[in-house]
């Protein structure tokens, strides 16, 4: 049992000058969500692009499941799903319309009851036969998630899926993730939104197209800081780092003088910063 | 299977959208209708078969290529080409796909432009060469569509198509044989008319359906050179179309 959802090795995307992606590898295990995080023009949708082969990587190489990408690229296209940044659907055709023209193409993955069931998840029923071009921007999002998500793939690639959802259904959405990746499939989706990035069980951090960070979000926390607010009869700060909470309270010695002790971490949004601004590799 | 259903969705696409309906439906018939007007301001000696027929095959030509440039183009800014291949259709359905789309735009076009001219010009025409109209229709608008496809990749936006319009029409009118005689048209003139498929059409229709100088196209050399033009074009399109960036 291959337990590899996705393998990249020295992956590289040149645009003329620009690096997009400077030699990144990584492995993603099946059944998890991975968040792609980084600033504007990081490299966010290139990777997610070259992983799914609409752009043709510099240099290296990609396996899906197992497949090599390039050698079996039409075998792979139909055990992954791809939502794009931008809606990319039909003005002029329904919503039904459009999901099932996207869901038709694999044939083998596609029944009446898939229909419904996507409809039902991405609570979009009681729009089914209205045009797309008359949606508002969330409801695009919803239809071109339903679009990818209708054919059942085992990978889902999500650039950026939440971006316009209101929370009661981004919530739900969420949920709707868990249950995805519970039997084996794999998320990998981009995101600017700091405590969806929480959510992910990976975390793969990009600048300038290079690889920062790929670690779970409990890792990546632990790496942070932590301030400790001790008020030993007038308030103290303490800054350091989690390993050593206990050696720093120790020093104070827990007698009744000690008013209250507060510890904070950093938040993952804290963490990112961080990183993308100190790091100047 | 995949390329009826991109036949399907491109119909669908033109019939929901107000604008291209009208535009391909209401578009031809005017033409028509100030064809007469023109023609009757002419002295009475011409026949205006031999102008209304190659005219209407023109027009379904020509709104056949403007209307598949315009919607390829929307489908490359739009991300739904790419998203197209990414659901795993393949270039050669998406290409099929849009020729029998348009071919039953086409048919329906047809019908109803035939139907309004037999009002207004009261023509009777026979089964044979109204059977003989539809094939040569059909060969025509796949040409349309391969150019549509080629030409919408020069285009990044709709209004890019623009320039191209005059490319199409103005050969498709002078050079063809439809308005000036080919004999008439100087030796340079007449090598290019040879690379338009209005050339080939126009020939058909003057000896297949307007004159009957033949029995069938299929024993007309014309028809063979009017696929032969659609066949290079679909090869063409083929290599415009391309999924990768
Ligand atoms: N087709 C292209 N041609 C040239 N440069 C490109 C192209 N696509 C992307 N780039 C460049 O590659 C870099 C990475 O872009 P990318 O779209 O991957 O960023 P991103 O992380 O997805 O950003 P955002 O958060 O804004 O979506 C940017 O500098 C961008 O300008
Ligand atoms: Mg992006």
């Known amino acids: ?281 | 299977m995949n390329i009826f259903w991109i036949a399907q969705r491109v119909l669908k696409q033109i019939l929901n959208n107000k604008r291209y309906i009208t535009f391909s439906i209401l578009a031809p018939i005017l033409i028509i209708y100030f064809l007469k007007i023109f023609l009757d301001s002419l002295p009475s000696q011409i026949n205006e078969n031999s102008y209304l027929i190659p005219f209407i095959a023109f027009v379904m030509h020509f709104i056949g290529f403007l209307l598949c440039a315009i919607v390829l183009v929307q489908e490359r800014t739009k991300g739904t080409l790419q998203r197209m291949f990414i659901s795993n259709y393949k270039k050669y359905e998406v290409i099929i796909g849009y020729m029998l789309g348009y071919m039953f735009l086409g048919t329906i076009q047809t019908i109803i432009v035939i139907s309004f001219s037999n009002i207004v010009f009261s023509l009777k025409y026979s089964i044979s060469s109204l059977t003989m109209l539809f094939i040569i229709v059909w060969v025509l608008v796949c040409t349309s569509v391969m150019l549509g496809i080629f030409i919408s990749t020069f285009a990044r936006t709709e209004a890019e198509v623009i320039p191209f319009i005059p490319v199409i029409i103005l050969p498709s009118i002078f050079l063809s044989g439809i308005v000036i005689p080919i004999d008439k048209l100087p030796s340079w003139a007449q090598s290019l008319s040879h690379i338009i498929p209005m050339y080939y059409a126009n020939n058909l229709l003057q000896n297949n359906v307007i004159n009957t100088v033949n029995s069938n196209i299929f024993s007309d050399s014309n028809f063979y050179s009017l696929i032969l033009f659609g066949l290079v074009l679909i090869v063409v399109a083929r290599f415009t179309l391309i999924d990768t960036e």
């Open chain 1, 1 to 281: 049992m291959q337990n590899t959802a996705i393998e990249a090795i020295n992956l590289t995307k040149r645009y003329n000058k620009l690096l997009a992606i400077d030699n990144i590898s990584f492995n993603i295990p099946k059944g998890s969500i991975v968040g792609i995080l980084g600033s504007n023009g990081a490299g966010k949708t290139t990777l997610i692009k070259s992983l799914i082969g609409i752009t043709k990587p510099n240099h290296g190489t990609i396996s899906l499941l197992g497949y090599d990408l390039m050698k079996n690229m039409s075998y792979v296209r139909d055990l992954i799903g791809y939502m794009p940044q931008d809606p990319s659907l039909y003005d002029d055709l329904t919503v039904e319309e459009n999901i099932s023209f996207f869901g038709k193409a694999k044939s083998k993955y596609f029944s009446r009851d898939n229909l419904e069931e996507v409809l039902e998840s991405t609570e979009l029923k009681y729009r089914r036969k209205s045009k797309v071009g008359n949606l508002s921007g969330g409801l695009k999002k919803r239809v071109s998630l339903a679009c990818c998500s209708v054919n059942k793939p085992q990978i889902l690639f999500l650039d950026e899926p939440t971006a316009a959802i209101d929370p009661i259904l981004k919530v739900k959405t969420w949920k709707i993730f868990r249950e995805f990746v519970a039997n084996g499939k794999t998320i990998v989706i981009s995101t600017h939104l700091m405590d969806e990035a929480i959510l992910c069980d990976y975390l793969l951090i990009l600048k300038d197209g290079k690889l920062l960070m790929y670690d779970t979000p409990d890792n990546i926390i632990k790496g942070g800081k932590a301030t400790i607010y001790v008020n030993k009869d007038n308030v103290e700060t303490v800054q350091n780092t989690p390993e050593s909470i206990a050696d720093t309270l120790h020093k104070f010695g827990l007698n009744n003088d000690i008013h209250s002790v507060q510890i904070s971490n950093q938040n993952i949004e804290d963490i990112m910063i961080e990183l993308i601004e100190s790091k100047n590799i």
